[in-house]
């Protein structure tokens, strides 16, 4: 029987990926049991298992701009760390990783194997890690790069304009990044099928869903589906909403590699974030927005 260890199982993705693997021989630690950062602490967590997903992340991307080296120790030396524990214990490793990592600046879905050159420090810290991987597990080490993640179990823009439908009429969201919206609970399926696929090869996969839209786009979907006037989004421009991190203005993932994998590719965005919406979290926060909405002056 495999035996899977998740790092970061506190962490929105993470406990998508311990909900799916409750009924497998698990070990799901967050950031408390498991500090990534101490060599030693992780060269016990890994072993005796057999799969390693790691969910641990710094993900403070604008923070990362100011403590670039905190960043980089968690995002690089620490996915080090986790490496050569699963080289020395034979283990596979399955790293979550950004789009981020990528310029961000072309005009069709960025291919796996297309050169890395992130734009800001979060993304220089994820390469590290990304770096770590590829040199210590060139045979059992997968790169798995996501982005704009959403889910139950964590703050993230979907739950953030649901809340601000509650308090505002209406909301400006910024229309000139392109991206694809990627239901956690999707990743972490695809995860799970990647670390039981033997025959898998190493190396990057994109695992973002499919098709593309813009954070407006998104954020009015968001709002049609909980029944709310998808009208009150309001599009407007990065420059609207300066930030201390500069933010990819087209991340969207090709996802070639998963044929080669015998994995299907995620399903598209707006499919999957219309069964989210049925989630408990999501549809409360609807219930909440809609009287909310109806009751305030127009």
């Known amino acids: 029987m495999t035996r899977w260890l998740i790092t970061g199982a506190g962490g929105m993705l993470g406990r998508d990926v311990h909900s799916l693997l409750a009924d497998r021989q698990v070990t799901a630690l967050d950031r408390a049991a498991l500090d990534i950062t101490d060599p030693e602490a992780v060269r016990a ?17 604008d923070g990362a701009e100011s403590a670039e080296a905190a960043a980089t120790a968690v995002n690089g030396t620490g996915v080090r760390h986790l490496a050569v524990a699963c080289r020395d214990n034979g283990a596979r490793l399955l790293h979550v990783s950004t789009d981020y990592v990528l310029s961000g600046d072309g005009t069709e879905p960025c291919p796996e194997s297309a050169p890395t050159a992130p734009v800001n420090a979060y993304g220089r810290s994820k390469l590290a890690g990304e770096q770590a991987v590829a040199e210590l597990l ?10 704009w993640l959403y889910g139950e179990h964590g703050r993230n823009f979907v739950t953030t304009m649901l809340g601000l439908a509650q ?35 190493p190396g990057v996969y994109h695992a973002t869903a499919s098709g593309h839209t813009t954070w407006y786009g998104l954020a009015r979907a968001a709002y049609e589906l909980a029944g709310l006037d998808p009208d009150r989004v309001r599009p407007t421009t990065s420059s609207a909403f300066p930030r201390p991190a500069r933010r990819p203005a087209y991340s969207v993932l090709g996802h070639a590699r998963w044929t080669a994998a015998g994995l299907p590719e995620l399903p598209d965005w707006r499919a999957s974030l219309t069964e989210a919406m049925r989630c408990p979290s999501f549809s409360s926060l609807a219930r909440e927005a809609v009287p909310s909405y109806r009751s305030s002056p127009h």
């Open 138 to 147: 060139p045979d059992t080490g997968y790169i798995v790069r996501t982005a």
């Open 167 to 201: 308090r505002r009429n209406t909301v400006d969201v910024v229309n000139d990044q392109q991206g694809q919206p990627t239901w956690t609970r999707d990743l972490a399926r695809l995860l799970l099928a990647l670390g039981s696929a033997d025959q898998a090869p």
């Open 45 to 61: 967590a890994v072993a005796g298992h057999d799969v390693v997903i790691n969910c641990a992340a710094w993900t403070d991307v």
